[in-house]
């Protein structure tokens, strides 16, 4: 069945950066995007990005064009995502998710804590 | 680009319909037969429940429905149950082919 199991919890300090990874199984890792989308506590859900581990190409919500970058390695199966620059606002559960018109598979989610 | 429009919160008791509409514009919503809708209980990743407007995924119960006029799309829910209880999101692809999410909506059955 398919799976994606994110790494574990970070806390950050502000201006720091921070790299989670996504780990896919079930499905040829190289034919399905993956997306990253994040919860602010007791928000709503935020697209951030897509990534398309087969060929590289990606494409993000404008607020976060700049601060970041995203990466796989398909000997692993392992879409990352590294968010720079981070402050108070960027604390949340973020999320990757498979698919292309929509998500049909997700991850746990991974909480990021952003605090001096 | 703000996020699609939801209501806040909607309720039924069980047996009843309810219907969730979400709003956008013509980038969105409005463009594309690609709306989905995701279900989200407390301290749980989103499960989907409704793509491409109308389609349901396997093993998502057939009380679930989608539609879209203009650039509104909407959810339905009929027969609701004490299990339908949770915040339900809709997504659109958008013409810069990103995604949007709407401000979610909360579903409480009376």
């Known amino acids: 069945q398919v799976q994606l199991v994110q790494s574990g919890a970070e806390v950050k300090k502000p201006g720091a950066s921070v790299k989670l990874s996504c780990e896919a199984s079930g499905y040829i890792f190289t034919t399905e995007y993956v997306h990253w989308v994040r919860q602010a506590p007791g928000q709503g859900l935020e697209w951030m990005a897509i990534f398309n581990p087969g060929g590289g190409g990606t494409n993000y919500a404008q607020k976060f064009q700049g601060r970041i970058t995203m990466t796989s390695d398909t000997s692993t199966s392992t879409a990352y995502i590294e968010l720079n620059s981070l402050t108070s606002d960027d604390t949340a559960v973020y999320y990757c998710?498979?698919?292309?018109?929509?998500?049909?598979?997700w991850g746990q989610g991974v909480l990021v804590t952003v605090s001096s | 680009q703000s996020a699609l429009t939801q209501p806040a919160s909607v309720s039924g008791s069980p047996g009843q319909s309810i219907t969730i509409s979400c709003t956008g514009t013509?980038?969105?919503?409005?463009?594309?037969?690609?709306v989905s809708w995701y279900q989200q209980r407390p301290g749980k990743a989103p499960k989907l429940m409704i793509y491409?407007?109308?389609y349901r995924p396997s093993g998502v119960s057939n009380r679930f429905s989608g539609s879209r006029s203009g650039s509104t799309a909407s959810l339905t829910i009929s027969g609701l149950q004490a299990e339908d209880e949770a915040d339900y999101y809709c997504?659109?692809?958008?013409?810069?082919?990103?995604?949007?999410f709407g401000t979610g909506t909360k579903v409480t059955v009376l």
């Open positions: 491409d407007v109308t």
């Open positions: 997504c659109s692809y958008t013409t810069s082919s990103t995604r949007i």
């Open positions: 998710a498979r698919g292309s018109r929509y998500l049909d598979h």
């Open positions: 013509y980038n969105d919503v409005g463009h594309y037969p690609y």
